[in-house]
Nanobody, 129 residues
């Protein structure tokens, strides 16, 4: 049974940094793209970044580009999201999810959230001003 578990959320001041982790089990990790999603209070969930299993290529939505870095460790079956220069608008519940590797354009992949079959429970991140 596929399982994903996020950790690392918490309270941080604006301008600060935090690293989220997504630990995966129960599926062939190195055959899956892992995405990070965020749901801000009162807003819809949005995809913010993903990383390929095949070549480690990455994608970021414009709102986090240049501030967030996604990486993966295929030995530890873990994906990380390093977040820097945090803003109050980065506040939300952060989820990771997995989808089998395909040639789908990464922006389209993140927009088609229902295609991600396995999801973690989420971790709350709060950025104070």
């Amino acid at each position: 049974q596929a399982q994903l578990a996020e950790s690392g959320g918490g309270l941080v001041q604006a301008g600060g940094s935090v690293r989220l982790s997504c630990a995966a089990s129960g599926f062939t990790f190195d055959h899956h793209v892992i995405g990070w999603f965020r749901q801000a209070p009162g807003k819809e969930r949005e995809g913010i970044s993903c990383i390929s299993s095949a070549d480690g290529s990455t994608y970021y939505t414009d709102s986090v580009k240049g501030r967030f870095t996604i990486s993966r460790d295929n030995v530890k079956n873990t994906v990380y999201l390093q977040m820097k220069n945090l803003r109050p608008e980065d506040t939300g519940v952060y989820y990771c999810a997995a989808i089998e590797e395909t040639n789908t354009a990464r922006q389209a992949m993140l927009e088609d959230m229902v295609a991600f079959g396995s999801w973690g429970q989420g971790t709350q991140g709060t950025v104070s001003s």
